[in-house]
């Protein structure tokens, strides 16, 4: 009856579960015995894992996949509790016993000093594998070895840095025009959506050499392209605490149906592209130096990459590229404005430092002023940096990261973790930890990160781990920086935000980003 009623709990609105569950209870005597067989399985790895580590303890038993699945809606409300209460925990999950941690010394040791120990893992892939494919954030290996050093180059080129920041000083001023009509028709904006919008355009501009024109509404095929996307991404963070994911696929009912549908809509969109973009480099006789976008860079250098390299293999390059330069900062800026409007005092000094480095003569456009907004610029505006990293901290893009353990381990705090053990880190739980942050660790103070005399100061990235840190750390993060400090630069200067309704409370959406559930809907005024 116990896990009878957990089940009927938490799975009350998934379509599948009416199926499961018609099918456990009848006849009725197997319910039971279905019951019986997991408490008793439940209780055979918890009692081998006491037996088997007399001689180094095994981290405390925190949790199962039930409290997960109950508490799927605050997930990351639900590690953060746990890691009040023990800086590393293990669950009992749908497959075996995961080790959480947000102790730095920990995620120094899984994501640098034993780097090799811990990789994605066959489950994690398979989870992944329909979305993401063998995409850099999905692989180990020779793969992302092959990915990895070819985005390093690219991330590195002038031609790139150059390219990046004209298209995200035109995008942030096709933002700020948007919201300008919103201001006039006395209307609010879901900004998150328009950032989502606008981080895709230029993602596919600086990535694909694509004009894509999402936020100017002239393609039809990108919005739809975004729900499917967004809601496959949600679909796949389910999978890590749904014990039935892989009958629902092989049964094509419930979110799995529907996955399967939204990845046609993903295929289609984004296999139109990479044949385009053969088309193009077929009948063009160019200089692979002189491509300045990092998809022809992949199909010129495929052959050096690993064996059978495909259309299917180059999707998922894309994809991956597209969750890391659209989801991530998309997201963040939505939460910065979320931060700003709770702490109207912060979005007023950002202004007024906008305005002092930039200096714009009066009556200024908004594409004129967006070009004001050059790397010189940016640097200066110590104040606006500290306050995207402060909203990284407590709102950071990917809330937890796994990793699989290859072999049997012992962490520096001297616990053991066994092969197959899923370990994550926490960064959203790690933002909000006292020990590493202070008594106001759950307050939102860009001053934190600000010396004396008010230049930024970064923090280690085992503490603030919202990049990842060591071999995996992410490649983009100068870029994610600077298309998220002009487009607050730009629209900061221009306008005035508050929430559209201040009573409604602002809540996560338990996905592979951390994006604010049902938008943010905000009104905007002109300065």
């Known amino acids: 009856m116990i896990m009878s009623t957990f089940i009927n709990i938490a799975f009350s609105d998934s379509p599948s579960m009416s199926f499961l569950m018609g099918f456990l209870y009848s006849p009725p005597s197997l319910a039971a015995v279905a019951t019986t067989l997991v408490l008793v ?20 038993l925190a949790g199962t996949i039930y409290h997960q699945i109950l508490n799927r809606k605050r997930l990351h409300h639900y590690y953060t509790e746990l890691a009040l209460k023990h800086t590393t925990f293990r669950i009992l ?23 090799e120990n811990y990789g994605k893992g066959w489950y994690q892939t398979k989870i992944m594998s329909g979305l993401l494919g063998d995409g850099i954030f999905a692989v180990d290996g020779e793969k992302w070895r092959h990915q990895r050093k070819l985005a390093s180059y690219d991330f590195s080129t002038r031609a790139l840095r150059e390219t990046s920041s004209q298209v995200f000083r035109s995008n942030a001023a096709k933002l700020a025009r948007i919201i300008s009509e919103s201001v006039s028709n006395q209307e609010a904006v879901d900004v998150q959506e328009l950032f989502m919008k606008t ?18 509404g002239k393609n039809q095929e990108g919005p739809r392209f975004i729900r499917a996307f967004d809601q496959s991404n949600a679909i796949i963070f389910r999978r890590y605490g749904d014990i039935f994911w892989e009958i629902e696929r092989a049964l094509n009912i419930g ?15 984004i296999y139109k592209l990479i044949h ?34 495909n259309a299917r293999y180059l999707r998922d390059i894309v994809l ?71 909203t990284l901290r407590l709102h950071p893009a ?12 012992t962490l520096p705090d001297g616990f053991r973790v066994k092969k197959g053990y899923k370990v994550g880190y926490l960064p959203y739980a790690m933002g909000r930890m006292k020990f590493l942050w202070g008594e106001d660790a759950e307050k939102f103070r860009p001053e934190r990160w600000l010396s004396d005399d008010g230049i930024f100061q970064p923090a280690s990235p085992f503490k603030f781990a919202s990049f990842q840190a060591g071999p995996r750390i992410c490649l983009g993060k100068d870029f994610a920086y600077k298309q998220m400090k002009i487009s607050a630069a730009v629209l900061l200067h221009f306008f005035t935000f508050k929430l559209a309704n201040e009573k409604k409370r602002v809540r996560y959406k338990t996905m592979l980003t951390l994006h604010i559930s049902n938008g943010l809907h905000l009104r905007a005024y002109n300065r």
């Not at 002092?356 to 967006?370: D, H, K, L, Q, R």
């Open 255 to 269: 979110p799995e149906a529907k996955i399967k549908r939204n990845i046609q809509i993903i295929d289609d969109f």
């Open 276 to 309: 385009e973009k053969m088309k193009q480099l077929a009948c063009q006789d160019v200089d692979s130096e002189e491509r300045k976008d990092i998809i022809s860079r992949f199909l010129i250098f495929s052959k050096e990459g690993p064996k059978n390299i």
């Open 93 to 115: 999950g749908a497959r075996g016993f995961e080790v959480y941690t947000s102790d730095p010394a920990n995620v120094e040791y899984i994501l640098k000093t034993n780097f």
């Open 320 to 390: 991956n590229i597209i969750i890391a330069g659209k989801d991530t900062t998309a997201a963040t800026l939505a939460w910065f404005l979320y931060m700003l409007c709770e702490n109207p005092l912060v979005q007023e000094k950002i202004a007024q430092e906008v305005t002092e480095v930039i200096g714009p003569p009066p009556g200024i456009s908004m594409a004129e002023f967006a070009e004001l907004v050059t790397e010189e610029s940016l640097n200066k505006m110590h104040y606006l940096h500290a306050a995207l990293t402060e």
């Open 398 to 409: 990917v809330a937890v990261d796994y990793k699989s353990c290859l072999s049997d381990d």
């Open 199 to 216: 981080t895709l355009d230029s993602i596919f501009k600086v990535a694909f050499g694509t004009d894509l024109d999402n936020l100017g």
């Open 41 to 60: 399985l439940l209780l055979l790895k918890v009692f081998h894992g006491r037996w088997s580590s007399r001689e180094r303890p095994l981290h405390p």
